[in-house]
């Protein structure tokens, strides 16, 4: 029998023990991740924390987690209370930011940080002026 006739009556059960496989195993699941994600960059050219909406490139919410030193989850509370303006958001509903806003809210918050404006507020103010373009 030549390997594509066994494969051809074999690829269910081969299917499904490499499903369960990937389930149950997370070294494998992570390396696949991995070389799913570094396939990706090499192959569109979009930088890590990076996404492309609408033919330009935008910084996930992740990257400005880390910019800013806060947890994505505080930074979308932030945006429920309205502390962060509202980004623009792609057609999955998430947040999108540009270099101005990240580069905004980053020393929005290292005034606030440093005590010198306590209230929540003057931080969505000074990220808009930012984003305004008025000093």
Not at 75 to 101: M, Q, S, W
Request: net charge positive.
């Amino acid at each position: 029998m030549k390997y594509t006739e066994w494969y051809k009556k074999n690829r269910e059960r081969i299917s499904e023990k490499r499903k369960l496989r990937y389930l149950t195993d997370r070294k494998l699941r992570n390396a696949r991740r991995q070389y799913s994600n570094a396939y990706y960059r090499k192959h569109h050219k979009v930088p890590v924390g990076m996404t492309v909406h609408k033919e330009k490139l935008y910084w996930k919410i992740s990257y400005l987690a880390k910019r800013i030193d806060r947890s994505m989850t505080t930074i979308r509370r932030y945006h429920l209370k309205g502390i962060f303006p509202i980004p623009e958001v792609n057609e999955r509903g998430c947040y999108l930011y540009t270099d101005a806003y990240v580069d905004a809210a980053q020393e929005a918050l290292k005034i606030f940080d440093s005590r010198k404006r306590t209230d929540f507020i003057k931080i969505k103010e000074h990220i808009e002026r930012r984003l305004s373009g008025k000093s």
